[in-house]
């Protein structure tokens, strides 16, 4: 315990690098995912191709990624873009499906509609199947900011400082404290990551804010499938 | 129509690809980053490893240096050497607190071992253009063939060749490159006839889960560092290794041109003075009293007296 | 891309497939490591994942649980339980397992949650009990969704054993550890392919298990066939809109 009290500058430190580390993948996850898994909803003969192949980004082991991405990317061995660009693979990986099974919980009915009312397909894309689709994105966003601030840990094995800092040098040092303090910063972290989401998705759609859930059997809204599509890795739902 | 449509379309896209692109950007130039455009500043960049005692030694070359006047900046816990090594190598580290042995085998993979000056020597050599290493201190943190001290006082161990006595299967344990290393098991077969039971992949280079294993009795000899505060706290023993099976490793600044003659000089001050005791003193400060590397390294300059 | 060419070349060396550790021999210790964390993950997921799903309680507090076992570092967890079990397999599997009990919980609970309730109830006024409504209507109707948290369980936990090899000679992770430190980068990434080829078999088995066993009812469903024209949309998904203005 003394050793926390004496180092809380250190842990504050390392939280805030933990914390300009892991934005730009959880953001930028979100972008690239977006026209990936619009394409895959758009194109049924790709789909089932884009769907595996991008899932498949989240097996590649992250040692060897941050030995090979300096390679490829022109980086150096210790360049913090490197652990963002892994992020972002990983990310990219959990959110493609997430984007294509959103966009497909859309009611086609509503999608008529929005056709026969004049919507061309880009405004269609825009402010009907967006929106709508924006529960089910927010629960994927979720995973991935709270899958990210995990993973940023490993950034400590090659040189990025971050939260995961705390555990090789509470390792090597033996003092349990800060192993503790590390996974519990990291955890708590990731909460707020998850807090703030969910508040950015109440601001964003405030159509969505799930009814009180009532004391019978009435189901969770909205859309439980397609949120749990969402919610456990966007793996769900073939 | 469809021109529009097209115009927006590409306009959008550039947009978005503008948008990831200088995302990206933001990420490559955030604070943490410490580039090349750091090193052109007239302050030396001292950086460490990520190991606590290498950390304190790094915090006691920038302590000495900001002592007499030559400005610093830390950049440390910066992983481990395969991470770092191509930094120093491309300047963007002045001042690196290196070990003799560890660094040639980095540099060299055929290199061979030797006493503590002949792994010196052949270090000068190895190094690449535009890095050179001061004087070498007498502290040394060195791998060794460690037993517990319950297991050396079973068969009488004292160095290496003694586990000849040993009747039990001796099942070898450590990071997975000890396997393959001049000075791993087929060495104690080779050298000494020894033979061993296996071997267990531990990979945390000697540290907690090493030990654990190690007083557990899962493995019987494993490599741990010399100055590990485990070998006092665990009752531990490193066998004496009179034939330089493996590779002297004394701690050594590695330096880029931008090192001064001043600097150069402090630097050397500090490694004459830096004992092998008192870097297992200063590990220990770390390790059981859980102290801040940078009050380790004041308290070890005060006491030194050097400045 | 001489890298990748390397990799290749160790993958298909002849030597890598005889004696210790050899590259059958990995393979087969990974898939074990795997299934057995996904039978542990399942075993404590799954009852409490049906009971959240079936009652409709506690699902708070399963989503809360979720994402802060999500949050957990797996390496960080791992070497601490390996700090107080010592090495060998047991805290690469306490490690593994935390890391798949949050997809296959979220599976079998949103599983139970995605059935239409009018289902339910008609289940209920034939007289079925609680116990014959779980096992006949709602795991068989859960499902697809079931399936889909074990799969992406498979996928996070095969892509994770690697670490495994962190405190014991066990799995695909040994070339991993073993390349990295002697610089042997075409072991390394000969090692990681082999990791993605297994998650890529593994997940055409999941595929094929999920076209096999679904029941027909379920299966009427699929995306294919909105995609097709049919205007039925997918069961669960249809209502998202509807019932989130409940």
Known sequence: MTWIWSNLDFIWDRTLDHLVLSVPPIILSFLIALPIGWLAHRFRLGRGFILISVGLLYAIPSLPLFVVLPAIVGTSGRDPLNLVIALTIYGVALMVRVVADGLASVDPDVRLSATAVGFSGWALFWQVQLPLAGPVLLAGLRVVAVSTVSLATVGAVIGVQSLGSLFTDGFQRGIEAEIVAGIVCTVLLALAFDGALVALGRLLMPWSRPARPTRSSAPLTPGPKALGAAVHGGEAAK | ?307 | MTLFLDALNWIFDPANYVGDGSIPSRLLEHLVFTFVTLLMASMLALPLGFLIGHTGRGRGLAVAVSGGLRALPTLGLLTLVALWVGIGLEAPYVALTVLAIPPVLAGAYTGFEAIDRATIDAARSVGMSEWQIVRKVEIPLGLPLLIGGLRSGTLQVVATATLAAYVADFGLGRFLFSGLKTRDYAEMLGGSILVILLALVLEGIFSVIHRVILPRGVAAGRPTEVRAGSVRPRPGMESTIAKGRK
């Open chain 2, 1 to 307: 129509m469809f021109t529009v449509k097209r115009g927006r379309l590409a306009l959008v896209s550039a947009a978005w690809v503008g948008a990831v692109v200088a995302l990206a950007g933001c990420a490559s130039g955030d604070p943490l980053d410490s580039g090349s455009d750091k090193a052109s500043g007239d302050k030396l960049i001292v950086g460490s490893q990520d190991y606590y005692s290498n950390e304190i030694i790094a915090e006691i070359y920038a302590q000495a240096l900001e002592a007499n006047d030559i400005a610093v900046d830390r950049d440390f816990r910066i992983g481990q050497r395969e991470v770092y090594l191509p930094d120093i190598e491309a300047g963007k580290i002045d001042v690196f607190p290196e070990y003799t042995g560890s660094l040639l085998q980095a540099l060299d993979k055929n290199a061979a071992g030797g006493t503590s000056d002949e792994t010196y020597a052949t270090l000068q050599e190895a190094l690449p253009e535009g890095l050179r290493v001061l004087d070498k201190a007498d502290a040394s943190d060195q791998n060794s063939w460690t037993v517990t001290q319950a297991f050396a006082d079973k068969y009488k161990l004292t160095d290496i060749e003694s586990l000849k006595n040993v009747t039990e299967p001796i099942v070898v344990g450590g990071n997975a490159e000890l396997e393959t290393r001049p000075y791993g098991p087929t060495a104690l077969k080779e050298k000494y006839g020894i033979e061993t039971a296996g071997f267990k992949p531990i990979e945390d280079g000697g540290g907690p889960l090493t030990v654990k294993a190690l007083v557990d009795g899962d493995i019987q000899i494993t490599n741990i560092y010399t100055a590990s505060p485990n070998i006092k706290s665990d009752k531990l023993v490193a066998l004496a290794d009179p034939d330089g099976l493996f590779f002297a490793d004394n701690v050594v600044p590695v330096v880029s041109d931008r090192v001064t003659d001043k600097a150069e000089k402090v630097l050397n001050t500090v490694s004459a003075a830096l004992s092998a005791e008192d870097l297992v003193s200063l590990n220990a400060q770390s390790f059981n009293d859980q102290k801040k590397a940078e009050d380790i390294a004041a308290a070890w300059l005060k006491q030194a007296k050097l400045f």
